[in-house]
């Protein structure tokens, strides 16, 4: 476990304790070297600075902040463009940079509806996707240093037997038909990750984000869940996993990053 490597790339603050905040944890005490890759908001902002506390929390390192614009937020990164209105080479080639300098083993990311559906998660996805397979191009991106190929992708997402069996619970009603609706079908999970023995510190990380408590956000519908769904979202954490090696499926699912 101590030579492995992992990074995350997330759309903004907040989205690594929620999504993956039990997995950095874990990772990190097991002696594994955790970094995020966070792709709207800059340096100086309040919500840069609840991200570097959170990741002290999660034991995942500095930030590394792409600085560009929340999609629904201006003031996130004055002056700079929206993260989904920058051309896709130019934010591939960027996180291509920070793949061949860290060298992960394995890289976190969304899965392609970005979990919810949110348009910078969604693109999140899409320029992890392409860069972990264009990192390992000596044909591409000659700027970002020598080629790095991670072994595997995982995609963070929810099953969709537990969005459906916590709906009512939170918006106090069933989906209407024909919703679209968060996660995946549960024949689709590859990775299930148990985190109960850090879900103290995903609570405090996520909670490190009081902006984000305090405006009604989606730390603040976690917040409110009945206590059994709360539980279960902080000490369970879902991937797809695509791999980069050519090594077959393993077949079942896995109880560890790989």
Known sequence: MAELRVLCVHAHPDDEAIWTGGTLARYAD?????AVVTCTWAEGTRRAGELERSLAILGAGEPLLLGY????????AP??????????????????????????????TYDGYGVYG?????????????????AGYDQLHHEAGDPWRPRALYLATIPRSVVLSHWRAVFGADPDPGRTLPGVPDDRITTHLDVSRWSERKWAAMHAHESEVGRGASMTMLTALPEPA????????????????GAPPTGGVETALG
Request: glycine share 4%; hydrophobic share 45%.
């Open 30 to 34: 097991e002696g594994a070297v955790t």
């Open 69 to 76: 614009a929340d999609a629904r937020k201006p003031e996130s």
């Open 79 to 108: 002056g700079a463009p929206r993260f989904v209105d920058v051309p896709l080479d130019e934010t591939v080639g960027q996180l291509v940079e920070h793949i061949r300098r860290l060298r992960p083993d394995v890289v976190l």
């Open 118 to 134: 949110h348009p910078d998660h969604v693109h999140a996805h899409r320029v992890a996707m392409a860069a972990v397979e264009a």
């Open 230 to 245: 709360r539980a279960l979202m902080l000490a369970n954490e879902w991937y797809r996993r695509v791999s980069f090696t």
